[in-house]
């Protein structure tokens, strides 16, 4: 089976999952916790630290997929994935210094 095909080299493709890998992550993990006191929770900021660490693990996964990427030579979609995780990297750094 050759995954060549299975893997565009573009660069919004890579962008795309970059980005939509670490949102469904946490996603996921936000839906299994959801309580009853979970909106006085988003208030606090132990929820703003939790989501931050949270958000950095959920970023991991775009490792593979980058190494993924670069392996098969699709050097435009591993761009993709850089970008993608740089701009979570800002977003977290933003809500963690500023928050």
Do not use: C, H
Request: proline share 3%; glycine share 6%; hydrophobic share 60%.
């Amino acid at each position: 089976m050759d995954l060549n095909r299975f893997i565009p080299d573009k660069f919004l493709v890579g962008l795309i999952q970059g980005v939509l890998i670490p949102a469904v992550i946490v996603t996921v993990f936000l839906l299994i916790q959801i309580n009853d006191w979970y909106a006085e929770m988003i208030k606090s900021k132990a929820f703003i630290d939790l989501f931050v660490k949270l958000l950095s693990l959920a970023s991991l996964p775009n490792l593979g997929l980058f190494y993924l990427y670069i392996n098969r030579l699709k050097y435009r979609g591993g761009k993709g994935i850089i970008v993608a995780t740089f701009v979570y990297a800002i977003i977290i750094f933003v809500v963690k210094f500023t928050l």
